[in-house]
């Protein structure tokens, strides 16, 4: 699990802006967040499964710094109108603070009839995090989730809720 976190890491500092300064509260609660970013890797097949489609960019909110994710979903093959469900994957969010890291639960994947558009939902569960965010534990809820494969990186954008909890020590 460490290197999958290492290289969450990585991918969250490459999309971090620097000298940005987060206002996260470290206060257990709802908050609301806009995810922008973009695809980088599309992932590899294995028979019915495309495993590793990595994702990463930057959330604004109530909750900002960066983030990075990858996803695993079935029905591996770009067609239109097809639903892939996401099966599993796991995600790192970074702020200068602290971080929050956690497991992909489930979701959707909803292609549009020309392809180029595909909506995505999806519940995420908060399982650990750092700096004041250690013994965080919570979930979290991606809508309206949105990628645009018009471009060459392909763009990635969703309003994502989280309930975070955290536990003294």
């Known amino acids: 699990m460490r290197p999958l976190l290492s290289f969450l890491s990585a991918a969250a ?14 206060v257990p609660g709802e908050y609301l967040d806009e995810l922008d970013g973009v695809a980088l890797f ?28 990858f996803v695993h979903y079935r029905s591996p093959w770009v067609v239109p109108n097809m639903r892939h469900e996401i099966v599993d994957g796991s995600w790192y969010f970074r702020a200068p603070e602290g971080a929050l890291y956690g497991r992909v639960v489930c979701g959707q994947v909803l292609r549009d009839d020309t392809c180029r558009y595909a909506e995505i939902e999806l519940t995420v569960e908060i399982t650990g995090g750092r700096g004041p965010f250690t013994g965080a534990t919570g979930l979290g809820v991606l809508a309206e989730g949105l990628v645009d494969h018009g471009s060459r990186l392909p763009r990635f954008t969703a309003r994502q809720t989280v309930a975070l909890h955290l536990f003294e020590d």
């Open 13 to 26: 500092k490459v999309v971090a802006a620097p000298g940005a300064r987060s206002l996260l509260t470290q």
């Open 42 to 69: 599309p992932g590899i097949v294995r028979g019915d499964t495309r495993f590793g489609v990595l994702l990463a960019g930057r959330a604004s909110g109530d909750l900002p710094g960066t983030w990075a994710g």
